[in-house]
Structures are given as C-alpha cells and as structure tokens.
C-alpha cells in the first residue's frame, strides 16, 4: 500500500521519495506474497538490475520496521545518543590509529554536539559537515 509507505516516510522523516516508475527506482520494497515463484516484480527488479527487498505484509509496522533497519535508526533518543557515542568512539580510535580523517554517520544536531564533545576531551579536532538531512561530524588527527 504506497499510502501506508508514503506515512512512514513521512513519520520517520526519511530521505525517501517513492518512484513512479521501476525505471526511476533505486531499490524495489515489495510484500511476500507479491514474489511467488516467477513473479512480475521479482523478474523486473532482475531486469533494472534493482535490490528486491522484501517484508511480509503491507502493514506500518513492518514497513517502519524495514525503513528502521535500512537507516539505522535507533528506537528512542536514548539508544540514538548511545550509538553517536558508540560511533564517535570507534571513530576517534580510528583516526588515532590510521592518522587519518574520519566522518561519521549523519546525525541530527544534538548528537552531534556529543560527538564533538567526545573528540574534544580526547583532544582530537572536529567540525560539522554537509547539509541537513545528511550533516555529519568529521574528527581530525592530532596535528
């Protein structure tokens, strides 16, 4: 159902838009029972050399479910703040031990700051790059 996709790209706040052709399309969102055997969607995504992927029923939740998984979106604000911190760290202690720039995953402007706090007090430089939706924190090597 494209209205119950279109809800929770809305509700999730996505960069999604839904294509109005295959033609147009990056990767193919079907329900199980739509790709039976030799099915039309299935041999379409072939032919447009397209990710078939696949939930098992139209319903929100399984949708939002598969948009949560494809963003990596976490569930509450507390399990997001605890993977920008998870993230920053695997971060600096790569751009310690390479000696070189990192970016990080796009993130909203709160955890951001608790990114740039962390590579502050491990005294590594950081900046915010890019445009919202997609801004993210970029940590420099010790100079």
């Not at 939740?61 to 604000?77: E, G, M, P």
Request: hydrophobic share 35%; charged share 25%; aromatic share 4%.
């Amino acid at each position: 159902k494209t209205e119950n996709v279109a809800s929770v790209i809305h509700s999730l706040e996505v960069p999604v838009k839904i294509a109005p052709s295959i033609s147009e399309a990056d990767i193919v969102l079907t329900i199980k029972s739509q790709v039976k055997g030799k099915s039309k969607i299935a041999s379409l995504a072939q032919s447009h050399q397209l990710p078939l992927h696949i939930i098992n029923t139209s319903e929100t939740s399984a949708i939002n479910k598969f948009f949560k998984r494809w963003y990596r979106l976490a569930d509450s604000d507390e399990e997001q703040e605890n993977e920008a911190i998870r993230e920053v760290e695997r971060g600096c202690q790569q751009v310690i031990s390479e000696s070189r720039i990192i970016e990080l995953s796009p993130r909203p402007t709160y955890q951001r700051r608790l990114q740039h706090r962390h590579a502050f007090d491990i005294g590594l430089n950081s900046m915010s790059v890019g445009n919202d939706p997609n801004r993210r924190v970029r940590i420099y090597p010790r100079s």
